[in-house]
């Protein structure tokens, strides 16, 4: 029997092997090519208040998460409860950025779910999310008092994902403006 005829089998088998090993990698804590710079210039309307324009001057004054999230993403819903508890610590101001979605959609499952958000930025076309880099939802940054972005997180806030990469950083930030 030749060897050579497994040869196909044995590089399947290997290739599935290294995918189904990245796939379990636990670490989404990207770099944002903003990191460390300001929150780019933008102009939308709150999905809340479609007459109130929101502007990066709303993402500043003080420690914010920016949160992108959807009606439509199931993954955003897994990570809702713990936005609600992270909403009544009052750590941090936290900011909805509603991306490519329906407005309607949207008010319905912040009405249904309760809303963790100071203020939502709606982001229909995903401009925002466009100049932010954003992969996809859910995904969280952290923004300084002065509108400088300091943390980005891709995937599901989880109470250990906040303190493990949210956390530090923010003691840092704190201990450096005392």
């Not at 941090?92 to 963790?116: F, M, T």
């Not at 229909?124 to 932010?132: I, N, Q, T, V, Y």
Request: glycine share 6%.
């Amino acid at each position: 029997m030749k060897l050579t005829r497994f040869l196909p089998l044995f590089f399947v088998l290997l290739l599935g092997g290294i995918i189904v090993m990245a796939m379990g990698e636990q670490n989404n804590s990207t770099v944002s090519p903003l990191q460390e710079r300001s929150v780019p210039e933008f102009s939308l309307a709150s999905l809340q208040q479609e007459s109130l324009t929101l502007t990066e001057v709303s993402l500043t004054g003080q420690l914010q998460l920016l949160n992108v999230w959807a009606s439509w993403c199931g993954i955003c819903k897994s990570e809702h409860a713990f936005l609600m508890e992270l909403a009544k610590q009052d750590q941090v101001k936290i900011v909805g950025l509603n991306y490519r979605d329906d407005r309607q959609s949207a008010l319905n499952e912040l009405a249904a779910s309760g809303n963790p958000y100071q203020k939502v930025i709606f982001d229909p076309k995903g401009s925002l999310a466009l100049d932010l880099g954003v992969y996809g939802t859910p995904e969280s940054y952290l923004i300084d008092q002065n509108g400088v972005i300091r943390q980005r997180y891709v995937g599901t806030l989880t109470p250990q994902i906040w303190q493990q990469e949210f956390v530090p950083v923010i003691n840092q930030l704190s201990s450096v403006t005392l």
